[in-house]
């Protein structure tokens, strides 16, 4: 079974990419509200594993009533609801993270898409096109730059930050492909 494909907890909840993500957060935060995973993710899985976050509101109620997670309201206030991992919860996390993906990593890339089509465009465009995509790589790569001047002497090089240097890693070969196609543009 595919890691991204749904994974059955022991209570038969279909687990997927986004269920593991709320209790994987929360299993490294601690207890959190569903703005809390919003912030934790905007500073760190966002820039690998984009997706709706209208979704962090409704699955950890999910995973509540599932037994993964508990949830305790507060009593005054905006009623925020702070959600905890269970036993049960670090139980599913743990299962998930021992069964390995059976794919590869899926590029969805809308310059590459245009790259594929670019034989409908001038040279000049598709200069543009390669010259557009550097700058973003580049200012990728200044952003991850950021994380780690900012991270890498609090946590130095454990598993966490792997996951930044295989984004810097991407995000080079990204750019210097770019640059590649601005310089020497392929033939149509």
């Known amino acids: 079974m595919s ?26 935060r601690g207890p959190s509200t569903p703005y809390d995973l919003k912030k934790a993710i905007g500073r760190s899985v966002s820039y690998f594993w984009p997706f709706p976050h209208s979704q ?9 009533a599932a037994g993964l997670l508990s949830c305790q309201t507060e009593r005054g206030g905006r009623r925020r609801k702070l ?34 089509f670019s034989e ?15 700058k973003l790589y580049r200012e ?11 991270y890498s002497s609090r946590m130095g090089r454990n ?3 792997a996951s930044l ?5 991407m995000a080079t070969a990204c750019l210097e492909f770019w640059e590649d196609i601005a310089a020497r543009p392929p033939s149509p």
């Not at 890691?3 to 299993?27: E, F, K, T």
């Open 140 to 150: 990728r790569l200044a952003t991850y730059a950021e994380i780690e001047k900012t």
């Open 83 to 116: 959600y905890k991992l269970t036993k049960k919860g670090d139980a599913a996390l743990k299962k998930w993270l021992k069964t390995p993906p059976d794919t590869v990593f899926e590029m969805r890339d809308i310059a590459v898409l245009q790259l594929f």
């Open 120 to 134: 409908f465009m001038s040279e000049e465009d598709l200069v543009r096109l390669a010259l557009s995509q550097a």
């Open 159 to 161: 598993r966490r930050m």
């Open 165 to 169: 240097y295989l984004g810097i890693r």
């Open 56 to 64: 962090l509101y409704g699955e950890p109620e999910r995973l509540e």
């Open 3 to 28: 890691n991204h494909a749904a994974v059955s907890a022991q209570s038969d909840i279909r687990l997927g990419p986004v269920s593991c993500l709320v209790l994987g957060l929360i299993g490294l």
